[in-house]
C-alpha cells in the first residue's frame, strides 16, 4: 500500500529541476538581439567613418598607419638595448657598452622623428578633414527641403552633427591605430613577462579595467549631456549674433536691450558651465581613484621584481627589462583600453553626423532622369487644384481649397491681409512645398513628377524677406543665374531693369564694390537699394516665363516704385507675372486681380476680377481700395 499510496516519483527527465519561464527567455533573446544590432550598428559606422577618412586622403592616412607600426616596434627595441647595456656595464665590457648606447641614442631619434611625423601626419589629415566633412554637411543641407530649415528639431540635429564633425572621424581613427599599436605592443610585452611570471600579466590586465570602465561610463554621460542641451547651445549663438550683428545693432542700441540679452546669455552660459563642472569633477575624481589600482599592482610587481635581484634570482639587465616590460605594457593595456573608450565615444559623436547625412529629402520626382525639359514645352499655364496646405507640426490650415487657373502671359496681382496665405500661395508655386491636398499643375503637369531644378529655372522670384548677401554687386545680382555668372552683360542688363544701376554707377569700384559692412571696405545700402538688388537678381533669369514678385516695392521710395512700375508691362511681356502688393496703384496694373481672405480653416479665395470688375462689386477689395485711397485725401 505505502509503495501505491506514498509519493508519487517524479516523471523521468529534469521536470522537477527549475525551468526558466517562456517570458524569460523571451527577454533574455530580445536582449541579445537587441545588443548584436546595436554593434552591427557600432561596426557599420566604424567602417564608414574610416572610409570616410580613406577617401578625404589616403595618402596620408596610410601614412600615419605606417608610422603607427614603426611606433610599436621602436619601444620594444629600446627595452631590449637598455637590457644588453645594463648587463654589459655590470660586466664591465665598455665597447660594448658604448656601441649599445650609440644604438640606443638612434633608437631614440628614430623614436621622436616617428613621434613628430605622426603628430603632423595626424594635424594635416585633421585639417583636410574638417573641410571635406564640413562639405559633406552643407552639401546635405542645400539637398534638404524647406520644411527641414522650419523646424526647431532639425537645427539642433544640424548642430549635433556639425558641432564636432571635424574632429571626431580623426579621432576614431587615431584610437584605432592606437588600438593596433597597444595590441601589438601589448602583445610584445605580454611575452616577456610571461616567462617572468603569468600571475604579473594577470595583475597587469586586470589592474587596469576599472579605470577603463569609469572612462567609457563617464563618455556616455558626457555625451548625452551635451546632446540634451543642444537647443541651449544654438540660444547662446543665436544671442551671440544679435550683440554682434549689424542687422541687429542699432535696435538694440534705441532699445537699451544689450544688458537684458547679455544676462541671457550669462544665465544660460553659467547653467551648461555648472553641468561641465559637475561633470569634469566626477570624472576626475573617479578617474584618479580608480587609476590608483593600476599604480598600486605596478608597484606591487615592482618590490617583487627589485626583491629576486636582490637575493641574485634574476640580473639587474633582467630586472630593468622586467621593470620596463611591466611599466610599458601596463601603459600599452591602458592605452589599449583607453583607445576602445575613445572609439566608443567617438562613435556615440559618429552617429549624429550619420543620422543627418541619413536625413531622407523629398521623393525623387518621376521625371527626374530627364536632364532638361522639354526645348519648347507648350505654354498653358498654372493650374491651382483643390489645393491645400499646412504647414508641418500645424492643425490649422494656411490655405484651404484653392482653385485657380492662370493662363500663360498673364499678370496676376495677390492682395490680402497678412495671414491669408499670399507667401504659402508663392512658396507652393516654386515647388519649396508639396501641397497636403489637391494638386498644382504647370502647362498640364504636376509640379511633383517635374525635375525640381528645371521648374525653379523657369521662375524668376523676389520674396519678401530676400537675401543681402555680403559680396559684391556683381555676385548678388549674378547669384540670380548662376549659369550666367560671368556673362557681364547680362549683369548690367538686370541691374538696369531692377533699377539699381543708378547708385553702382556712383561707386568707385562700380559692380565690384562690396555690399553690406561685414568686411572691410564693404559699403551699406539702404533698405530700397538692397530691395533694387533683389530685383535686379531676379532679372537675371532672362529665360524665365514666370516671375514672381513678393511685394517687390516694399522699401521703394513713391518716385523710385513709379520708375520700376513704368517698366513693368515691358519687363513682363510674355511671361507670367505674380505680384504680391498691398498698393493699390501696383496692384490694378495686373490683368487679373485675387483677394485672398483668411479664416478658421485656412486661407481661400473670396473675390477674383480686373481692378474695375472689383470695385464696382463693392466688395472686399472695393473697401480696401476706398480705405488706402482715403489715407491720400
Given at each position: 500500500?505505502?509503495?501505491?499510496?506514498?509519493?508519487?516519483?517524479?516523471?523521468?527527465?529534469?521536470?522537477?529541476?527549475?525551468?526558466?519561464?517562456?517570458?524569460?527567455?523571451?527577454?533574455?533573446?530580445?536582449?541579445?538581439?537587441?545588443?548584436?544590432?546595436?554593434?552591427?550598428?557600432?561596426?557599420?559606422?566604424?567602417?564608414?567613418t574610416l572610409a570616410l577618412v580613406w577617401r578625404c586622403s589616403p595618402t596620408l592616412t596610410l601614412?600615419?598607419?605606417?608610422?603607427?607600426?614603426?611606433?610599436?616596434?621602436?619601444?620594444?627595441?629600446?627595452?631590449?638595448?637598455?637590457?644588453?647595456?645594463?648587463?654589459?656595464?655590470?660586466?664591465?665590457?665598455?665597447?660594448?657598452?658604448?656601441?649599445?648606447?650609440?644604438?640606443?641614442?638612434?633608437?631614440?631619434?628614430?623614436?621622436?622623428?616617428?613621434?613628430?611625423?605622426?603628430?603632423?601626419?595626424?594635424?594635416?589629415?585633421?585639417?583636410?578633414?574638417?573641410?571635406?566633412?564640413?562639405?559633406?554637411?552643407?552639401?546635405?543641407?542645400?539637398?534638404?527641403?524647406?520644411?527641414?530649415?522650419?523646424?526647431?528639431?532639425?537645427?539642433?540635429?544640424?548642430?549635433?552633427?556639425?558641432?564636432?564633425?571635424?574632429?571626431?572621424?580623426?579621432?576614431?581613427?587615431?584610437?584605432?591605430?592606437?588600438?593596433?599599436?597597444?595590441?601589438?605592443?601589448?602583445?610584445?610585452?605580454?611575452?616577456?613577462?610571461?616567462?617572468?611570471?603569468?600571475?604579473?600579466?594577470?595583475?597587469?590586465?586586470?589592474?587596469?579595467?576599472?579605470?577603463?570602465?569609469?572612462?567609457?561610463?563617464?563618455?556616455?554621460?558626457?555625451?548625452?549631456l551635451r546632446n540634451f542641451r543642444a537647443p541651449e547651445t544654438r540660444r547662446l549663438n543665436y544671442?551671440?549674433?544679435?550683440?554682434?550683428?549689424?542687422?541687429?545693432?542699432?535696435?538694440?542700441?534705441?532699445?537699451?536691450?544689450?544688458?537684458?540679452?547679455?544676462?541671457?546669455?550669462?544665465?544660460?552660459?553659467?547653467?551648461?558651465?555648472?553641468?561641465?563642472?559637475?561633470?569634469?569633477?566626477?570624472?576626475?575624481?573617479?578617474?584618479?581613484?580608480?587609476?590608483?589600482?593600476?599604480?598600486?599592482?605596478?608597484?606591487?610587481?615592482?618590490?617583487?621584481i627589485v626583491g629576486l635581484a636582490v637575493s641574485g634570482k634574476i640580473s639587474l639587465g633582467d630586472?630593468?627589462?622586467?621593470?620596463?616590460?611591466?611599466?610599458?605594457?601596463?601603459?600599452?593595456?591602458?592605452?589599449?583600453?583607453?583607445?576602445?573608450?575613445?572609439?566608443?565615444?567617438?562613435?556615440?559623436?559618429?552617429?549624429?553626423?550619420?543620422?543627418?547625412?541619413?536625413?531622407?529629402?523629398?521623393?525623387?520626382?518621376?521625371?527626374?532622369?530627364?536632364?532638361?525639359?522639354?526645348?519648347?514645352?507648350?505654354?498653358?499655364?498654372?493650374?491651382?487644384?483643390?489645393?491645400?496646405?499646412?504647414?508641418?507640426?500645424?492643425?490649422?490650415?494656411?490655405?484651404?481649397?484653392?482653385?485657380?487657373?492662370?493662363?500663360?502671359?498673364?499678370?496676376?496681382?495677390?492682395?490680402?491681409?497678412?495671414?491669408?496665405?499670399?507667401?504659402?500661395?508663392?512658396?507652393?508655386?516654386?515647388?519649396?512645398?508639396?501641397?497636403?491636398?489637391?494638386?498644382?499643375?504647370?502647362?498640364?503637369?504636376?509640379?511633383?513628377?517635374?525635375?525640381?531644378?528645371?521648374?525653379?529655372?523657369?521662375?524668376?522670384?523676389?520674396?519678401?524677406?530676400?537675401?543681402?548677401?555680403?559680396?559684391?554687386?556683381?555676385?548678388?545680382?549674378?547669384?540670380?543665374?548662376?549659369?550666367?555668372?560671368?556673362?557681364?552683360?547680362?549683369?548690367?542688363?538686370?541691374?538696369?531693369?531692377?533699377?539699381?544701376?543708378?547708385?553702382?554707377?556712383?561707386?568707385?569700384?562700380?559692380?565690384?564694390?562690396?555690399?553690406?559692412?561685414?568686411?572691410?571696405?564693404?559699403?551699406?545700402?539702404?533698405?530700397?537699394?538692397?530691395?533694387?538688388?533683389?530685383?535686379?537678381?531676379?532679372?537675371?533669369?532672362?529665360?524665365?516665363?514666370?516671375?514672381?514678385?513678393?511685394?517687390?516695392?516694399?522699401?521703394?521710395?513713391?518716385?523710385?516704385?513709379?520708375?520700376?512700375?513704368?517698366?513693368?508691362?515691358?519687363?513682363?511681356?510674355?511671361?507670367?507675372?505674380?505680384?504680391?502688393?498691398?498698393?493699390?496703384?501696383?496692384?490694378?496694373?495686373?490683368?487679373?486681380?485675387?483677394?485672398?481672405?483668411?479664416?478658421?480653416?485656412?486661407?481661400?479665395?473670396?473675390?477674383?476680377?480686373?481692378?474695375?470688375?472689383?470695385?464696382?462689386?463693392?466688395?472686399?477689395?472695393?473697401?480696401?481700395?476706398?480705405?488706402?485711397?482715403?489715407?491720400?485725401?
Amino acid at each position: 500500500m505505502s509503495g501505491e499510496g506514498g509519493t508519487a516519483k517524479p516523471p523521468s527527465g529534469d521536470a522537477s529541476e527549475p525551468t526558466m519561464p517562456a517570458d524569460q527567455r523571451g527577454m533574455i533573446r530580445k536582449a541579445v538581439a537587441a545588443g548584436w544590432a546595436t554593434l552591427k550598428a557600432r561596426l557599420s559606422r566604424l567602417g564608414k567613418t574610416l572610409a570616410l577618412v580613406w577617401r578625404c586622403s589616403p595618402t596620408l592616412t596610410l601614412s600615419l598607419s605606417l608610422l603607427t607600426l614603426i611606433g610599436v616596434v621602436l619601444p620594444l627595441l629600446v627595452a631590449y638595448v637598455g637590457k644588453a647595456l645594463v648587463d654589459a656595464v655590470v660586466a664591465h665590457q665598455q665597447a660594448a657598452a658604448l656601441r649599445l648606447c650609440a644604438i640606443e641614442l638612434g633608437l631614440m631619434v628614430l623614436q621622436s622623428l616617428q613621434f613628430r611625423g605622426q603628430g603632423l601626419l595626424r594635424m594635416l589629415l585633421g585639417a583636410r578633414l574638417s573641410v571635406d566633412i564640413n562639405v559633406k554637411i552643407l552639401d546635405k543641407a542645400i539637398s534638404l527641403d524647406l520644411s527641414h530649415f522650419e523646424d526647431p528639431k532639425f537645427y539642433d540635429q544640424l548642430t549635433r552633427a556639425r558641432r564636432e564633425a571635424s574632429s571626431r572621424p580623426l579621432g576614431m581613427v587615431g584610437d584605432v591605430l592606437q588600438l593596433v599599436q597597444g595590441v601589438l605592443t601589448l602583445v610584445g610585452y605580454v611575452g616577456l613577462l610571461w616567462t617572468f611570471s603569468p600571475l604579473a600579466v594577470m595583475v597587469l590586465l586586470l589592474a587596469a579595467l576599472p579605470a577603463a570602465a569609469g572612462e567609457v561610463r563617464f563618455s556616455r554621460a558626457a555625451f548625452r549631456l551635451r546632446n540634451f542641451r543642444a537647443p541651449e547651445t544654438r540660444r547662446l549663438n543665436y544671442i551671440e549674433y544679435i550683440l554682434g550683428s549689424d542687422e541687429h545693432a542699432k535696435e538694440v542700441m534705441v532699445l537699451g536691450l544689450g544688458k537684458v540679452l547679455l544676462d541671457r546669455y550669462r544665465t544660460v552660459g553659467e547653467s551648461l558651465y555648472r553641468d561641465d563642472r559637475s561633470l569634469a569633477i566626477r570624472r576626475a575624481f573617479w578617474g584618479y581613484l580608480l587609476s590608483l589600482l593600476a599604480t598600486l599592482a605596478f608597484y606591487g610587481c615592482y618590490v617583487v621584481i627589485v626583491g629576486l635581484a636582490v637575493s641574485g634570482k634574476i640580473s639587474l639587465g633582467d630586472m630593468t627589462l622586467y621593470v620596463v616590460a611591466f611599466r610599458q605594457g601596463q601603459q600599452a593595456f591602458q592605452s589599449t583600453l583607453s583607445s576602445l573608450g575613445g572609439i566608443y565615444e567617438h562613435d556615440l559623436y559618429m552617429s549624429n553626423l550619420f543620422d543627418f547625412l541619413a536625413i531622407p529629402t523629398a521623393q525623387q520626382r518621376a521625371l527626374t532622369a530627364q536632364s532638361t525639359l522639354p526645348s519648347e514645352p507648350q505654354r498653358r499655364g498654372i493650374e491651382f487644384e483643390q489645393v491645400s496646405f499646412r504647414y508641418p507640426g500645424e492643425t490649422r490650415y494656411a490655405l484651404r481649397n484653392v482653385s485657380l487657373s492662370i493662363p500663360a502671359g498673364q499678370s496676376l496681382a495677390l492682395v490680402g491681409h497678412n495671414g491669408a496665405g499670399k507667401t504659402t500661395f508663392i512658396k507652393l508655386l516654386c515647388g519649396l512645398y508639396q501641397p497636403t491636398e489637391g494638386r498644382i499643375l504647370l502647362d498640364g503637369k504636376d509640379l511633383q513628377e517635374l525635375p525640381p531644378d528645371e521648374v525653379r529655372r523657369r521662375i524668376g522670384v523676389v520674396f519678401q524677406d530676400f537675401g543681402q548677401y555680403q559680396f559684391s554687386v556683381r555676385d548678388n545680382v549674378a547669384f540670380g543665374s548662376i549659369q550666367h555668372f560671368d556673362d557681364k552683360p547680362r549683369v548690367e542688363r538686370a541691374l538696369d531693369r531692377g533699377g539699381a544701376d543708378e547708385f553702382v554707377r556712383g561707386f568707385p569700384e562700380g559692380m565690384d564694390a562690396l555690399l553690406g559692412r561685414w568686411f572691410h571696405k564693404g559699403v551699406e545700402l539702404s533698405g530700397g537699394q538692397w530691395q533694387r538688388i533683389a530685383l535686379a537678381r531676379a532679372f537675371m533669369r532672362e529665360e524665365a516665363d514666370i516671375l514672381v514678385l513678393d511685394e517687390p516695392t516694399a522699401a521703394l521710395d513713391a518716385e523710385a516704385e513709379h520708375k520700376i512700375f513704368e517698366r513693368f508691362r515691358e519687363l513682363t511681356q510674355g511671361r507670367t507675372a505674380i505680384l504680391i502688393s498691398h498698393r493699390f496703384p501696383t496692384v490694378r496694373m495686373a490683368d487679373r486681380i485675387v483677394v485672398l481672405e483668411g479664416g478658421p480653416d485656412g486661407g481661400h479665395i473670396a473675390e477674383q476680377g480686373t481692378h474695375s470688375e472689383l470695385v464696382s462689386q463693392g466688395g472686399r477689395y472695393a473697401g480696401l481700395f476706398k480705405l488706402q485711397a482715403a489715407g491720400y485725401l
